[in-house]
């Protein structure tokens, strides 16, 4: 017998392709996309599913399933994150990766998509346990990923340790003569392991950047907006943390242990300090109260930001919504009924493949670095981010515009021509 649970897994990761695929869609055919490109961007290039044995620290074997897709790589190399989660799988890897060729191509970043992860919840293995998981996949993924070939990056559960792990065993099967040659296999790395200043809070910065250019072409002013999280990672703390110093004020969090509720306002450090010293749980945090999960996207406030997993709102809770800007930090939050259900209600959507797509900006920026043998201040990289993703939002703007469509349409639109463009000029070999 199936239970609640896992139908409701299997919905999620089914939910997160078809969406994608639906809005590739759409904007494919408004922009009448040759057919043949069309085929071509419809199916992944590669899909490797790796089972690999680790040893469990009691002594007992465990069989790990982990998954890397590679959906196209016409614009350069692939690029995407690994993530550790209980949703990860093939499905799951598709849409994501299909959503990263997208946010790259927005961005004009010379990169392709690529997305994926291990199927486990991280929070059930000890650290020792969570390093040999991880260098055991990464020898088991082996030349499926390189610098100039495809290059991951931290995602839901990972971090800079894990990336640090992967650099470290990918690096050891290499000669001596090359190892120095291949650190920018992956980015998001400590900085002592040749990461970049500001990658850590590239994502939330960007996530922050979109609302903040969203608001001054509204002239809103986000000085006493409230703000709801959903997803208190490294996302949606940077996203709290560069918002409240503009004033605006957390009111309500949700993460997988629960839904805190404060209307006066939540201190973001005094929640991260909480959090750190309870495996990252918010759960029973004393400056607020818990509140039913369910009416988390119906509470009352102006923004807000799922910072979470996919498909989180559905048609279902869209309904409820009062807020009037929803800023995507996760990769497909938003189903496509909730989405129209939305944009009929007069709110406003900052597309994933734009709001959050500072972190893949930021993890270009370290690859160069590393490639070119520079080291970036932090403040000329934040610079750098600030402008680059300035360039984006208003484009994407201006395209929603002219065509007179929504900003996701709009987002896909540019994306999509960049690519149909370049397999025009290219051609198709043979």
């Known amino acids: 017998m199936v239970t609640k649970t896992l139908k409701k897994k299997r919905v999620l990761k089914q939910g997160m392709l078809e969406n994608v695929m639906r809005q590739f869609n759409h904007a494919a055919d408004s922009i009448d996309l040759n057919p043949n490109i069309r085929k071509i961007l419809e199916m992944t290039n590669n899909e490797l599913v790796v089972h690999f044995p680790v040893r469990m620290d009691n002594g007992e074997v465990e069989v790990f399933t982990g998954y890397r897709v590679q959906?196209?790589?016409?614009?350069?190399?692939?690029?995407?994150?690994?993530?550790?989660?209980?949703?990860?799988?093939?499905d799951a890897a598709r849409a994501l990766a299909m959503w990263m060729t997208w946010k790259t191509s927005l961005a004009g970043l010379p990169y392709?998509?690529?997305k994926g992860g291990i199927q486990l919840n991280p929070k059930k293995y000890s650290h020792s346990e969570l390093e040999r998981i991880t260098r055991r996949f990464t020898y088991a993924l082996g030349?499926?990923?390189?610098p100039e070939l495809d290059i991951p990056a931290p995602d839901v559960n990972t971090n800079a340790q894990t990336m640090a792990w992967i650099l470290d065993t990918y690096m050891s099967t290499k000669p001596p003569a090359e190892r120095s040659m291949n650190m920018h296999v992956v980015t998001g790395k400590p900085i002592g392991a040749g990461g970049s200043e500001g990658r850590d809070r590239a994502t939330g910065y960007g996530v922050f950047l979109t609302i903040k250019f969203w608001a001054e072409q509204k002239k809103v002013d986000l000085r006493n907006r409230k703000f709801i999280v959903q997803g208190f990672g490294n996302v949606g703390y940077w996203t709290s943390h560069f918002l409240e110093k503009e004033g605006a004020i957390l009111t309500a969090v949700q993460d997988a242990s629960g839904t805190i509720l404060n209307e006066k306002g939540i201190s973001v450090d005094s929640l991260l300090a909480y959090s750190d010293a309870?495996?990252?749980?918010?759960?029973?945090?004393?400056?607020?109260k818990s509140l039913d999960s369910s009416e988390f996207f119906g509470l009352d406030c102006d923004i807000i930001v799922p910072a979470a997993l996919g498909n989180q709102i559905t048609a279902d809770n869209a309904k409820k919504i009062k807020a009037y800007l929803i800023a995507e930090g996760a990769n497909g939050p938003t189903d496509v009924e909730a989405e129209e259900i939305l944009l009929k209600k007069g709110i406003d959507i900052i597309p994933d493949i734009l709001c959050n797509s500072g972190g893949v900006i930021g993890s270009y920026f370290e690859w160069l670095q590393n490639r070119n043998g520079e080291i970036w201040q932090l403040d000329e990289v934040m610079a750098k981010l600030e402008k680059k993703l300035k360039e984006s939002f208003?484009?994407?703007m201006e395209t929603a515009k002219i065509r007179n469509v929504d900003m996701r349409?709009?987002?896909?639109?540019?994306?999509?021509e960049r690519l149909e463009e370049a397999y025009v000029q290219r051609g198709i070999f043979p």
Do not use: Q, W
Not at 143 to 146: M, W
Not at 278 to 288: K, Q
Not at 409 to 416: K, M, P, R
């Open 71 to 90: 959906h196209n790589n016409a614009l350069g190399p692939y690029k995407g994150g690994l993530r550790y989660h209980a949703t990860v799988d093939i």
């Open 112 to 114: 392709g998509g690529a």
């Open 143 to 146: 030349d499926n990923i390189g």
């Open 278 to 288: 309870n495996n990252r749980s918010i759960y029973g945090f004393a400056g607020a």
């Open 394 to 396: 208003f484009k994407v």
């Open 409 to 416: 349409s709009a987002a896909f639109i540019i994306a999509i």
